[in-house]
Structures are given as structure tokens and as C-alpha cells.
């Protein structure tokens, strides 16, 4: 296959793209887990498991596409957090009754904006 064999070329603000779409994936299961209280619960539940898991996953999947400089792993990875911040966001306004106007800010700036010029970069790249 052609695209596994491309190596991505790692300019200073992909790093920094990299880093923001990444370090979510590992503060928020450390919260989950020391702060339990965050996510309206007591205790780390079934649905805090779960967030857990998926989160360090998508961590993990990255660290190691970063360390092989496979280009379409890290394509395929930014597509798979896109759709999962663009289901969180509704979710977390849902749940969490935060000021909305935060919410859109925080979302677009760290997680929508990097994840396009992401996905932009990495698709000249392939």
C-alpha cells in the first residue's frame, strides 16, 4: 500500500498540532482518575472506565504513529479525534451546563482548528 510507506516531515507547528490534539488524551484520564467529582461522580465508574480506556488508546495509537512517522496512521488518528471531540462537545454542554461560549472557544481553538490544519498538512503529505 502506498500511504504506509509515507513519512511524515515534522515542522515545528505540526509539533505543536500534534501536542494539542494529544496531551488531552492524557490529562483527561488523569483527572477522571484523581478527580472523579469532574464528571459528576464519587467514584471511577463503568462510563469513566470507558473514557479512560478509549482516551489513553487514541494516546497511545499516537505516540506510536509519531514514532514510526507513518503520515496516514496520523491522518486516520486525527479523523478518529475530530468525530470524537465533535460528539464530546455537544455531550460535555449536555452534561456539564458549562458557559457556551467557552465551550465553542475552547473546543474550536484546541481541538477543531489544530485537527484541520492537521489533517490539511498531512494530506499534502500523502
Avoid: H
Amino acid at each position: 500500500m502506498r500511504f504506509s510507506k509515507n513519512k511524515v516531515a515534522f515542522t515545528w507547528w505540526f509539533v505543536v498540532i500534534l501536542f494539542m490534539l494529544i496531551w488531552p488524551m492524557f490529562v483527561g484520564p488523569y483527572i477522571a482518575i484523581n478527580n472523579p467529582s469532574f464528571f459528576l461522580e464519587s467514584e471511577v465508574t463503568l462510563s469513566s472506565s470507558l473514557y479512560i480506556a478509549r482516551n489513553l488508546a487514541v494516546g497511545l495509537a499516537f505516540l506510536f504513529a509519531i514514532l514510526i512517522r507513518n503520515a496516514f496512521m496520523l491522518f486516520i488518528l486525527i479523523i478518529i479525534r475530530l468525530i470524537t471531540d465533535l460528539i464530546d462537545a455537544p455531550v460535555f454542554l449536555a452534561f456539564k451546563t458549562p458557559d457556551l461560549v467557552v465551550l465553542i472557544f475552547i473546543f474550536a481553538l484546541f481541538c477543531y482548528i489544530p485537527a484541520i490544519f492537521g489533517l490539511r498538512y498531512l494530506w499534502k503529505q500523502l
